[in-house]
């Protein structure tokens, strides 16, 4: 066989320890961790990955102290009760050839998590406040600095003796090592501030006390931003400095490479890199740093595809990759392309929606186009149908494809009958938007799912009842979709189009148009973008507190400054009363008084969608197996459209 992706898939070498090939697991938030250790869900979730081909598995950023009931999931090795959690995981690893790192850190004075909804007190090397979290916080007294890196130590200690075979300082990323380091924020006038060598003294001491605390072939590294993009961030070269300051005096084993910070809401919009960032983002840090320092380097930041991956580490831009939404979206990932089946692979989208969008809502991560994820316990394994069934379909947007793909996984005869000329639904149109193409995929990945397990597949095809008496199925999946709501409204003379329209370029908007944005998701802000881009005088009319209120933050604040860069006007807290040939006449939904909308030549509504359930209700009293999921039932987004596709799917 092959090998298309040499370097990617060779083996190597870290203070001793051999990885089976160049990918790693990051350390990400999953949601999962139960009382501050490994729970059941997390074990599931890191098992899947783990049998998938990694070669080390870092665990998510894991706090020193305690927890104490805190309402956001995260792990903590402040006592030996964490010790049996870490133990199943090591176990679980060295039994699939898999190195095992924790991450350990403090936030300092990023932390915004309460335990009964007053704040926590934060800590930071000096009194200066944040602009994302807005807190002040306390400086930390020599005491408590010295307190820290026990802490730390004996945190690292308690992972060695549960199996681990290394660790990693969260040291970047806006975090209190990154507090100390950066002489923005530590304005100190002790022996931790006040030069970069005594900048540095804090996670000096503390790598120096993890390294007593623990065994000479125990791994140390750190996990540090080239450049924070934070006013009071880390810049690249403080990063340099630090790291060959630590790599001269023997202190790291390697240096794990990310980018911006978590002070400002840029910096921490793109922490999780969307479709609008470019392809690995962190690589051009990696290599500077790669080139100063003699320990290797490793650095994850949305790469999804291995012929990417085997590009930076031929060119020695890293030493290794890793990845976490491209196993989100595809555990098998490294097998795939070991086996040389890229074409196999179900490319992450970068469309944050179902993981950091989870975990940031206190949900656990997931993926909208595979939602096994997290779900491994309920649907990890496809059980087969005790009774194989003939089953019709209908619909062919992502919730009719998933349904009909895990049906017949499960031995079921499933024929999957379209309306129009493709499959894909709602979806279709989300890939027109500027630098929106890459949700595209969504379409593709849910394509192969179907074909691969031999579903038939009919467009061009309008099911009615009479078709449906024909063909005789013995169940019925209606994923019918939703087509624009029209509110109700005076629009006399006025041009009044939905986004479809627009999308799909069915219209003359002319100069000057307004977009009536009442669901306040990525519809309306596609929109205005595009006329935008093409010249469009856009005011973006919000029924909500912003436009994007329902997308993840991350992806909000993108585009919002995408918008701005554009001159689109953002109006909030509107709701539509009507239009006429050149205004549109708003009501603002707090105070009651009118806003009006002058020289308009076009009213555009992303208003939403209603449900096309007709057919449903046509067949309720004929049909006993019937099923409604997706925008049909209730509309909604893909990620729910999808995980109704599983779940009915896994029940038929």
């Given at each position: 066989m092959k090998v298309l992706y040499p370097t990617l898939v060779s083996p190597f070498e870290i203070r001793g320890q051999t990885f089976k090939n160049r990918i790693f697991l990051p350390a990400h938030g999953t949601g999962y961790a139960q009382a501050g250790s490994v729970g059941e869900r997390a074990l599931a979730y890191y098992r899947r990955r783990v049998t998938g081909g990694i070669s080390l598995l870092i665990t998510e950023a894991t706090q020193v102290v305690p927890l104490t009931e805190q309402g956001y999931p995260q792990l903590s090795v402040a006592s030996d009760a964490c010790i049996p959690g870490f133990s199943r995981l090591a176990r679980l690893c060295a039994e699939n050839d898999?190195?095992?790192?924790?991450?350990?850190?403090?936030?300092?004075?990023?932390?915004?998590?309460?335990?009964?909804?007053?704040?926590?007190?934060?800590?930071?090397?000096?009194?200066?406040?944040?602009?994302?979290?807005?807190?002040?916080?306390?400086?930390?007294?020599?005491?408590?600095?010295?307190?820290?890196?026990?802490?730390?130590?004996?945190?690292?200690?308690?992972?060695?003796?549960?199996?681990?075979?290394?660790?990693?300082?969260?040291?970047?990323?806006?975090?209190?090592?990154?507090?100390?380091?950066?002489?923005?924020?530590?304005?100190?006038?002790?022996?931790?501030?006040?030069?970069?060598?005594?900048?540095?003294?804090?996670?000096?001491?503390?790598?120096?006390?993890?390294?007593?605390?623990?065994?000479?072939?125990?791994?140390?590294?750190?996990?540090?931003?080239?450049?924070?993009?934070?006013?009071?961030?880390?810049?690249?070269?403080?990063?340099?400095?630090?790291?060959?300051?630590?790599?001269?005096?023997?202190?790291?084993?390697?240096?794990?490479?990310?980018?911006?910070?978590?002070?400002?809401?840029?910096?921490?919009?793109?922490?999780?890199?969307?479709?609008?960032?470019?392809?690995?983002?962190?690589l051009p840090y990696a290599q500077a740093i790669r080139e100063s320092v003699n320990v290797p380097v490793l650095t994850a930041g949305r790469i999804n595809q291995p012929q990417q991956a085997e590009q930076a580490l031929a060119t020695g831009q890293t030493d290794m990759i890793g990845m976490v939404r491209a196993f989100i979206a595809d555990p098998d990932f490294a097998l795939k392309a070991k086996q040389g089946r890229p074409e196999d692979i179900r490319?992450?989208?970068?469309?944050?929606?179902?993981?950091?969008?989870?975990?940031?809502?206190?949900?656990?991560?997931?993926?909208?186009?595979?939602?096994?994820?997290?779900?491994?316990?309920?649907?990890?394994?496809?059980?087969?149908?005790?009774?194989?069934?003939?089953?019709?379909?209908?619909?062919?947007?992502?919730?009719?494809?998933?349904?009909?793909?895990?049906?017949?996984?499960?031995?079921?005869?499933?024929?999957?009958?379209?309306?129009?000329?493709?499959?894909?639904?709602?979806?279709?149109?989300?890939?027109?938007?500027?630098?929106?193409?890459?949700?595209?995929?969504?379409?593709?990945?849910?394509?192969?799912?179907?074909?691969?397990?031999?579903?038939?597949?009919?467009?061009?095809?309008?099911?009615?009842?009479?078709?449906?008496?024909?063909?005789?199925?013995?169940?019925?999946?209606?994923?019918t979709g939703a087509v624009p709501y029209k509110p109700a409204g005076q629009f006399d003379e006025a041009q009044v189009v939905t986004a479809w329209d627009v999308l799909e370029n069915r219209v003359n908007v002319g100069s000057s148009v307004v977009v009536a944005d009442w669901r306040c998701d990525w519809v309306g802000l596609g929109v205005a973008e595009k006329l935008a881009s093409e010249g469009c005088s856009v005011r973006l009319c919000v029924n909500?507190?912003?436009?994007?209120?329902?997308?993840?933050?991350?992806?909000?604040?993108?585009w919002v400054a995408r918008l701005h860069n554009l001159n689109v006007e953002i109006i909030p807290y509107l709701r539509l009363f009507g239009a006429d040939s050149d205004t549109v006449y708003m009501q603002h939904v707090l105070s009651e008084q009118p806003v009006i909308c002058e020289n308009t030549d076009t009213l555009i509504l992303a208003y939403g969608h209603r449900s096309v359930i007709s057919l449903h209700d046509e067949l309720y009293r004929e049909f006993e197996d019937l099923h409604a999921i997706g925008d049909c039932l209730s509309p909604r987004t893909a990620e729910e459209a999808i995980l109704e596709g599983l779940k009915i799917g896994a029940l038929v």
């Amino acid at each position: 066989m092959k090998v298309l992706y040499p370097t990617l898939v060779s083996p190597f070498e870290i203070r001793g320890q051999t990885f089976k090939n160049r990918i790693f697991l990051p350390a990400h938030g999953t949601g999962y961790a139960q009382a501050g250790s490994v729970g059941e869900r997390a074990l599931a979730y890191y098992r899947r990955r783990v049998t998938g081909g990694i070669s080390l598995l870092i665990t998510e950023a894991t706090q020193v102290v305690p927890l104490t009931e805190q309402g956001y999931p995260q792990l903590s090795v402040a006592s030996d009760a964490c010790i049996p959690g870490f133990s199943r995981l090591a176990r679980l690893c060295a039994e699939n050839d898999c190195r095992f790192f924790g991450q350990l850190y403090h936030e300092g004075r990023a932390r915004a998590h309460s335990v009964d909804g007053s704040l926590d007190v934060a800590l930071a090397p000096s009194a200066v406040p944040d602009e994302r979290f807005h807190i002040m916080p306390r400086a930390m007294p020599l005491s408590m600095i010295e307190d820290m890196v026990n802490l730390f130590a004996h945190g690292a200690a308690r992972l060695a003796s549960a199996g681990a075979q290394g660790m990693e300082l969260l040291v970047g990323l806006g975090y209190l090592y990154s507090q100390f380091l950066s002489p923005r924020t530590n304005f100190r006038t002790d022996k931790y501030g006040g030069s970069p060598a005594a900048r540095l003294r804090f996670l000096y001491e503390t790598l120096k006390a993890i390294r007593d605390a623990t065994s000479d072939d125990f791994v140390i590294g750190i996990r540090i931003a080239g450049e924070e993009y934070d006013a009071d961030g880390l810049r690249l070269g403080d990063t340099v400095s630090a790291c060959q300051s630590l790599d001269r005096d023997g202190l790291i084993d390697y240096v794990n490479v990310s980018a911006w910070g978590t002070a400002t809401l840029l910096g921490a919009s793109k922490t999780i890199p969307t479709m609008f960032m470019e392809i690995g983002p962190t690589l051009p840090y990696a290599q500077a740093i790669r080139e100063s320092v003699n320990v290797p380097v490793l650095t994850a930041g949305r790469i999804n595809q291995p012929q990417q991956a085997e590009q930076a580490l031929a060119t020695g831009q890293t030493d290794m990759i890793g990845m976490v939404r491209a196993f989100i979206a595809d555990p098998d990932f490294a097998l795939k392309a070991k086996q040389g089946r890229p074409e196999d692979i179900r490319a992450c989208i970068a469309c944050n929606q179902a993981c950091i969008g989870h975990r940031h809502s206190g949900h656990g991560i997931s993926c909208i186009q595979f939602p096994e994820s997290g779900r491994e316990i309920q649907f990890g394994v496809r059980s087969e149908a005790k009774h194989k069934k003939r089953i019709m379909v209908i619909g062919g947007g992502p919730a009719g494809m998933k349904a009909a793909a895990v049906a017949a996984e499960r031995g079921h005869e499933v024929t999957l009958y379209e309306r129009g000329s493709r499959l894909g639904g709602q979806a279709l149109l989300a890939q027109l938007l500027p630098d929106r193409h890459e949700f595209g995929g969504l379409i593709d990945n849910l394509k192969k799912e179907v074909q691969a397990v031999g579903v038939q597949v009919r467009c061009n095809f309008d099911v009615t009842l009479p078709k449906v008496r024909e063909i005789q199925p013995e169940a019925i999946i209606i994923a019918t979709g939703a087509v624009p709501y029209k509110p109700a409204g005076q629009f006399d003379e006025a041009q009044v189009v939905t986004a479809w329209d627009v999308l799909e370029n069915r219209v003359n908007v002319g100069s000057s148009v307004v977009v009536a944005d009442w669901r306040c998701d990525w519809v309306g802000l596609g929109v205005a973008e595009k006329l935008a881009s093409e010249g469009c005088s856009v005011r973006l009319c919000v029924n909500g507190e912003m436009a994007g209120e329902m997308l993840h933050s991350f992806l909000r604040h993108q585009w919002v400054a995408r918008l701005h860069n554009l001159n689109v006007e953002i109006i909030p807290y509107l709701r539509l009363f009507g239009a006429d040939s050149d205004t549109v006449y708003m009501q603002h939904v707090l105070s009651e008084q009118p806003v009006i909308c002058e020289n308009t030549d076009t009213l555009i509504l992303a208003y939403g969608h209603r449900s096309v359930i007709s057919l449903h209700d046509e067949l309720y009293r004929e049909f006993e197996d019937l099923h409604a999921i997706g925008d049909c039932l209730s509309p909604r987004t893909a990620e729910e459209a999808i995980l109704e596709g599983l779940k009915i799917g896994a029940l038929v």
